[in-house]
């Protein structure tokens, strides 16, 4: 049987919004709580649906405010380094620090994602369960004309919270970028012909994957695009893209503390996803 961890890296010095694993948001109940909650219970969600694997779940921080907070609600807490320059240099930080972390497969589930369907986890499980060749795997949803539009309008003022992705015929990433991939003519972006695949910032690594991660720097284009993945592929690590089905609602981040209003919504809209 394969050991899956999930672990939600959060930490509290966010450059773009200090703080927000501890922001307040409330669902249709009522219930009022703080983002790293609501996460951590998306994540709580994911139950083997398989007999092959079983399931884990930690949340890994650097700031005792959010240990406290986590651990107060229930979540296995691990202290992390706060060197750590991204999520997955904080996933590798959980399983050398804490022991408890025997795991085959490492999903890293982020921490201002609370709006991760429960489906995309299944399906990166699932794809490294079923193809043991492969190193990473993360999923992409194909975007819709008002995304698209959102998107460009979001370029033009300077504003860049979501990732595109262009892959390969067998389904292997070419690159990520903040900006809009691959080129569009001018006015295409109302053209159904011309498909852009958002990112989904979930993915699943093999344990050795990650200890590879481990031993690279960033190189020039991380550092560009601010994008840990491209560390991967700029070493020659394969990452598997899955196109999924587009949720019924956009796929928002909390990036900005505009994003609260719109997360928000969503929480009080629907109760499972």
Known sequence: MKKVAIIIPARYQSVRFPGKPLVQLSDSSGKIAPLIYWVWNQAKRVIPLRNDYSVTLYIATDDERIRECASNFGASVVMTDISCLNGTERCLDAILKDTRINADIIINFQGDAPLTPVSFVYAIINHMLDNADSSVVTPCVRM??????????????????????VFNKYKQALYFSKGLIPFLPNDAETDDLYNIFLHIGLYAYSTDALHQYGNYKPGALETSEKLEQLRFLENDISISVLEMPSPPFSLWELNHPSDKILIESVLKTYTSF
């Open 144 to 165: 819709s004309q008002e995304q698209k539009t959102q998107f460009i309008s979001d370029m033009k003022q300077g504003i860049s919270g979501g990732t595109t992705v």
